[in-house]
């Protein structure tokens, strides 16, 4: 049995970073689709472009396929001047990096971390 709990985020910002702290289940590509456009839209009110969504507390359900789907949509639907740091566990490791590299290899600035801190360093 799967256990949905949409995915839920809050949003900070600096003056120049948005930092995006989300919780929740991802199970399908869907889930995923509703999540980035609520984000996208929140973050495009903002005027800024340095991202970092911290996604430690997210659950992903996904396959790499459905993770593959993912990076597509977030390519075909994102501008390609964000620069979007995801902060995601040990365990998320692998198929994250995955994600990152369809993201990346069609245009958008996107890369994986598993520390705040590592992910500001890249963002500067």
Do not use: C
Request: aromatic content about 8%; overall charge negative.
């Amino acid at each position: 049995m799967v256990i949905r709990i949409p995915i839920d985020f809050s949003l900070t910002q600096t003056d120049d970073i948005i930092y995006i702290k989300a919780k929740g289940s991802v199970v399908d590509v869907k889930d995923f689709e509703d999540y980035a456009m609520r984000m996208h839209e929140v973050v495009m009110t903002t005027g800024l472009r340095k991202i970092i969504v911290d996604e430690s507390e997210a659950d992903y359900q996904l396959s790499m396929i459905e993770s593959y789907e993912t990076g597509v949509l977030v390519s075909e639907r994102s501008p390609t001047n964000l620069k979007v740091a995801v902060i995601t566990t040990d365990e998320g490791l692998e198929q994250a990096k995955f994600w990152e590299n369809v993201t990346v290899n069609r245009g958008i600035r996107a890369a994986v971390f598993l520390t705040k801190e590592e992910a500001e360093q890249w963002l500067q």
